[in-house]
């Protein structure tokens, strides 16, 4: 199985950038669909953008849709991160499905990664 590991994390003021990275154990990304999630604490994991297996469409949330980029290579998957807000504070986690759908709905996804912090705060 996949296994995967975030980084690129850190404390940024809003209005700041961040390029989150999840680099992965094999070259062979596109066999599956990538997903990036958070999670706050005391909130429920929340679902951030994907890019599907086949077709390499991305699909975004709304509260990130015009801020946050998905792209990804053979071994990693990235999210380019511009105009971060206080909200967007939470553990990103990298995960990855075998569906060759985007999905918003974390049961979708088998393998995912330990984290990576990000604080937005003035």
């Known amino acids: 199985q996949v296994h995967l590991v975030e980084s690129g994390g850190g404390l940024v003021r809003p209005g700041d950038s961040l390029r989150l990275s999840c680099a992965a154990s094999?070259?062979?990304?596109?066999?599956?669909?990538m997903a990036w999630f958070r999670q706050a604490p005391g909130n429920e994991r929340e679902f951030v953008a994907s890019?599907?297996?086949?077709?390499?469409s991305p699909y975004y949330a709304n509260s990130v849709r015009g801020r946050f980029t998905i792209s990804r290579g053979d071994a990693n998957m990235d999210l380019q991160m511009n105009s971060l807000k206080p909200e967007d504070t939470a553990v990103y986690y990298c995960?990855?499905?075998?569906?060759?759908?985007?999905?918003?709905?974390?049961?979708?996804?088998?393998?995912w990664g330990q984290g990576t912090q990000v604080t937005v705060s003035s």
């Open positions: 890019i599907a297996r086949t077709t390499d």
């Open positions: 995960a990855a499905s075998m569906k060759p759908f985007n999905s918003q709905y974390p049961d979708v996804y088998s393998y």
């Open positions: 094999e070259r062979t990304l596109s066999q599956y669909t």
